[in-house]
């Protein structure tokens, strides 16, 4: 069965840094779509997404150059580096994995993992 567990949030001042961790069990990591979304004003927003059928990534606009997404085939995780961060940025993060698609939308994506807290404050 496919689980997905989420680990690394927190609370961070304005400007810094955190690094969230999904570990996945179940499956091989290069068998998935992976994708990090939080909450947005109508819904969940794609963060960012490494997809595995043509090896491509997405990131959000208003996260672009500051988010960097990855994977670690040695750990079968995939890891979202989050730098310069924001009070925008504050939500609840989600990792989400499927085994086909090349969106970065929230109805492409049938795993999910529990949710963890990001807090950015100043």
């Known amino acids: 069965q496919l689980q997905l567990v989420e680990s690394g949030g927190g609370s961070v001042q304005v400007g810094g840094s955190l690094t969230l961790s999904c570990a996945v069990s179940g499956a091989t990591l290069d068998t998935l779509s992976i994708g990090w979304f939080r909450h947005g004003g109508l819904g969940r927003d794609g963060v960012a997404c490494t997809?595995?059928?043509?090896?491509?990534?997405y990131y959000k606009n208003d996260v672009r150059g500051r988010f960097t997404i990855s994977r670690d085939p040695a750990k079968n995780a995939v890891t979202l580096q989050m730098d310069s961060l924001q009070p925008d940025d504050t939500s609840t993060y989600y990792c989400?994995?499927?085994?086909?698609?090349?969106?970065?939308?929230?109805?492409?994506?049938?795993?999910w993992g529990q949710g963890i807290q990001v807090t950015v404050s100043s």
């Open positions: 997809h595995n059928k043509g090896n491509t990534t």
């Open positions: 989400a994995a499927d085994t086909s698609g090349p969106f970065c939308l929230a109805t492409m994506f049938a795993f």
